[in-house]
């Protein structure tokens, strides 16, 4: 079983920044550094988006709405995926959610962590 759990959202000004932080924890036994790990977000009354992935490799996509703004990392050793947030805007208010593919293909995600919420005003 694998844990994965947030941290670092808060409320901010617009224009602020946070890094949120998801550390994976349980049986992870050097999987995770195979793994594609993404942030995604909910905002209050919408769907769940995509907001950032890297995979295995290493490979980086972001969504157009944050592209330059926010900048996705990970450090395998420490089982932890991050999610630095600049010039942060209203509209990125949400709870942002970290995932694991295990397969690596960044298609099916298995594990989800618990959330945190981030605010801009």
């Known amino acids: 079983h694998v844990q994965l759990v947030e941290s670092g959202g808060g409320s901010v000004q617009a224009g602020g920044s946070l890094r949120l932080s998801c550390v994976a924890s349980?049986?992870?036994?050097?999987?995770?550094?195979?793994?594609?790990m993404g942030w995604f977000r909910r905002a209050l009354g919408k769907e769940r988006e995509g907001v950032s992935t890297?995979?295995?490799?290493?490979?980086?996509i972001y969504a157009e709405s944050v592209k330059g703004r926010f900048t996705i990392s990970r450090d395998n050793a420490k089982n932890t995926l991050y999610l630095q947030m600049n010039s942060l805007k209203p509209e990125d208010t949400a709870v942002y959610y970290c995932?694991?593919?295990?397969?690596?293909?960044?298609?099916?995600?298995?594990?989800w962590g618990q959330g945190t919420q981030v605010t801009v005003s």
């Open positions: 349980g049986n992870t036994y050097g999987r995770y550094g195979r793994s594609c």
């Open positions: 890297i995979d295995s490799s290493g490979y980086i």
């Open positions: 995932a694991a593919d295990r397969s690596g293909y960044c298609v099916s995600y298995d594990y």
